[in-house]
């Protein structure tokens, strides 16, 4: 599933693909996709944006006379493409077309539970970007930790995009391990103790949250294109690892960790 990383990733894609380019047209939708909307737009010329903000990309449609936001949100397999037409990608839900070149970028969601929303904005109960607003971000946790949401097991507290935005399966499993945090242990205790804000030789629980995804970035892979992962499977060190430990959490989730998991661990 794509992370705050893949989705910062695709909007420098989208960006970088778009660049200099005049789109034009309708916006059309496969015919199998029915439980997205339709996008109501049809302008000569117009130019496409993007940026990201945890597990949310926007696009921005942008003609003379107005301008348009897309959010999505990538579901299970979401990625954005960019090619010749005659060469779309089978899984392409939502096309956008040059104007000259007939190319088109694409919105491929193979598994299809991917979304969006035609003049939407960031979603309400998403918490601070993990990647770009890190700050605001850490205030946003440590501010709310009386909440039941960290009444969980560390673990799946990180899976909560109200304070979360950004975290996903593979970086919870990465940062857990690098900060020699047991994975069912509650949140609150794990969080409690960085309100003090003593400064320790290495990083704390949140700033890994932010550090790790940077990494991630710098290694500028894609794991939906080509077969070359090698740099970001170096990278990993826990999540899949068949020398770590796996368990289901209380959400059916698989978290990957080291040593003992933890009081909060599900019994049997």
């Not at 909007?11 to 996709?33: H, Y």
């Not at 302008?43 to 945890?54: D, F, H, N, P, W």
């Not at 070149?101 to 929303?117: A, H, T």
């Not at 970001?232 to 020398?243: E, R």
């Amino acid at each position: 599933m794509p992370e705050g990383p893949e989705l910062h990733l695709a909007a420098i894609f989208v960006n970088k693909a778009c660049c200099g380019r005049i789109f034009s047209g309708k916006v059309l939708k496969s015919a199998v996709s029915t439980r997205n909307p339709e996008v109501d737009w049809d302008e000569k010329e117009y130019t496409i944006s993007a940026s990201a903000r945890g597990k949310e990309l926007k696009i921005t449609l942008t003609s003379k006379a107005k301008h348009l936001d897309v959010i999505l949100r990538f579901g299970m397999s979401g990625k954005f493409a960019f090619g010749s037409v005659d060469d779309m990608q089978k899984h392409s839900h939502l096309n956008f077309y040059t104007k000259t070149e007939e190319k088109v970028l694409s919105f491929v969601d193979y598994r299809r539970f991917g979304k969006w929303e035609p003049g939407g904005s960031w979603g309400s109960d998403r918490g601070p970007c993990v990647i770009t607003e890190y700050e605001a971000f850490r205030e946003n946790v440590l501010e709310n930790l009386e909440k039941s949401a960290f009444n969980r097991p560390i673990c799946e507290a990180m899976l909560n995009q109200s304070f979360f935005n950004g975290i996903g399966n593979y970086l919870r499993a990465e940062i857990l391990l690098r900060c020699h945090v047991a994975p069912f242990t509650c949140a609150r205790d794990v969080l409690e103790p960085l309100k003090s804000g003593v400064k320790n030789e290495t990083p704390d629980l949140l700033e890994l949250c932010n550090l790790l995804p940077h990494e991630v970035l710098k290694l500028r892979h894609d794991p939906e294109e080509g077969d070359d992962h090698s740099s970001f499977n170096d990278w990993l060190q826990c999540y899949y690892n068949p020398q770590m430990k796996s368990l289901a959490d209380h959400n059916n989730r698989t978290i990957w960790f080291q040593g003992h998991p933890g009081p909060m661990a599900p019994k049997g």
